[in-house]
């Protein structure tokens, strides 16, 4: 074990080197030493698992100890993500809308990772779209909780018109790709952030209020939310007090869920020329315009992909933990 390490940090330390003094890095070199990287982390995250149960005792210890190695990968991951996110302007060697680099350079002691298309430094955007692309998307899922998730309790909880109603309106909403829903829309009323943020906040509440819905009646029909009804308890009471705590587990599931879809979708629009527009920084749009890279070997268009990538997967670990937790199974 010892040994492996010590093969990996020397590799690790000759693909600096190779960087710093402006080598090509070829595709498959990048890639096998991104693998290494994960599994760096992978590590990282079962010695965070084994201080965490060194460090305590009784119950807590017992409680640590169920969860798995991969949700701490994902605990570990997001917490970088947002430790980059929050210090962006500290950690960016450059401005972010600096250009005073030359096109696509390659990797060097100047410019770490190279540079794109205009000349703005890669680390710099790498880690200013960590703030720009992650703090929208939450952003744009906390809204869409917020829509969906108040008008399917209202559904689930008084019924009759306005259930079928608001049931109907979603239905033909969802019957639309959303991606495709969300390019027309964009195209007509234009690419601001705050048209972005509104067109796939509305979007994808939809999917919120089935769920907040239908795991909701299975709740309003409990009697104590009879008896709560009996002693003229009001709608909002009846609401907050006894139907959201008892369907919050799967909602924050949800929540996880739908980060990555609208993480991903942000993603596609930028891509596509739709979402953020430059000079601010955003992993979709940063595949795009370094895209013709990809043809000479060189691997900087896909470090914004890896980005994108190593998040769903963290969010999607935390996520299935998440659910199996609040499921009751046993392992």
């Known amino acids: 074990m010892i040994e492996f390490f010590e093969n990996t940090w020397t590799n690790l330390t000759n693909i600096f080197n190779a960087m710093l003094e402006g080598g090509p890095i070829t595709l498959g070199v990048f890639l096998g030493y991104t693998f290494t990287i994960l599994l760096g982390m992978s590590v990282g995250a079962w010695i965070v698992k084994r201080a965490l149960l060194l460090a305590t005792s009784g119950r807590r210890r017992h409680n640590l100890g169920l969860i798995p190695v991969t949700a701490y990968f994902g605990m570990l991951t997001i917490a970088t993500y947002i430790f980059v996110a929050v210090f962006a302007d500290i950690l960016a060697p450059y401005p972010e809308t600096d250009t005073s680099g030359g096109s696509f350079e390659m990797w060097s002691a100047q410019h770490i990772l190279g540079t794109d298309n205009r000349g703005g430094d890669m680390l710099s955007r790498l880690i200013y779209g960590a703030r720009n692309t992650v703090g929208l998307a939450f952003v744009i899922t906390f809204l869409a909780f917020i829509i969906g998730g108040v008008l399917g309790l209202l559904a689930a909880t008084l019924g009759g018109f306005l259930d079928q109603a608001m049931s109907r309106v979603v239905d033909v909403l969802m019957s639309i790709p959303p991606l495709i829903f969300s390019l027309l829309l964009l195209t007509i009323f234009g690419t601001s952030v705050l048209n972005l943020i509104l067109v796939i906040a509305i979007l994808d509440s939809t999917r919120v209020y089935r769920l907040a819905r239908a795991v909701s009646m299975n709740v309003v029909v409990m009697d104590f939310v009879e008896a709560a009804r009996l002693r003229g308890e009001g709608l909002w009471w009846v609401i907050s007090r006894e139907i959201l705590p008892n ?36 992993w979709g749009s940063m595949v795009k315009e370094n895209a013709d890279l990809i043809n000479y070997a060189d691997p900087t268009p896909l470090l914004p992909a890896l980005a994108i990538a190593l998040l769903t997967v963290a969010v999607n670990f935390v996520v299935d933990w998440m659910l199996h937790r609040s499921s009751g199974l046993k392992d």
């Open 247 to 282: 369907i919050t587990a799967p909602l924050i599931a949800e929540f996880g869920l739908r980060f990555c879809f609208v993480f991903l979708t942000i993603s596609a629009l930028s891509f596509l020329g739709l979402g953020l527009q430059p000079p601010t920084a955003d």
